[in-house]
């Protein structure tokens, strides 16, 4: 019924849960679903964050604003891998890289604050 269209809560109701978690042993979110979904949402979205896009040739320059937007673009893949993997152990890991590459973007951008300082 979800893939029809009825919303969780309605179906709870139609149901009869009290609680979301009994409508969620019954319900199965397959990768396809997701993906339905996340490509639904940001074609609705108002874009109040942008989405990250894949890096091409012209958008992943050899400078550090194409190496940022790289790096957004791979986190973002990484997350929606993160999601579906069922180990929990992989998971963590993949967490803790995300991590590692906040950190990573973090420096990027001092270093473009830093130039355009000088710059100026």
């Known amino acids: 019924m979800i893939r029809l269209g009825v919303s969780l809560p309605a ?14 042993r019954y319900v199965q979110v397959t990768q396809t679903d997701l993906q339905r979904e996340f490509h639904f949402a940001r074609q609705n979205a108002v874009q109040v964050h942008p989405i990250p896009q894949l890096p091409t040739s012209s958008s992943a320059g ?10 957004s673009a791979t986190r973002h893949l990484l997350e929606m891998y993160r999601r579906q993997l069922q180990d929990e152990t992989a998971r963590r890991k993949l967490r803790r ?24």
């Open 11 to 24: 179906l709870m109701q139609l149901l009869g849960h009290k609680d979301i978690r009994m409508t969620m």
């Open 62 to 71: 050899p400078d550090l604003g194409g190496i940022r937007r790289s790096l």
């Open 97 to 120: 890289l995300d991590k590692r590459l906040v950190s990573v973007d973090f420096e990027l951008e001092s270093l473009c604050q830093g130039r355009k300082m000088r710059e100026h």
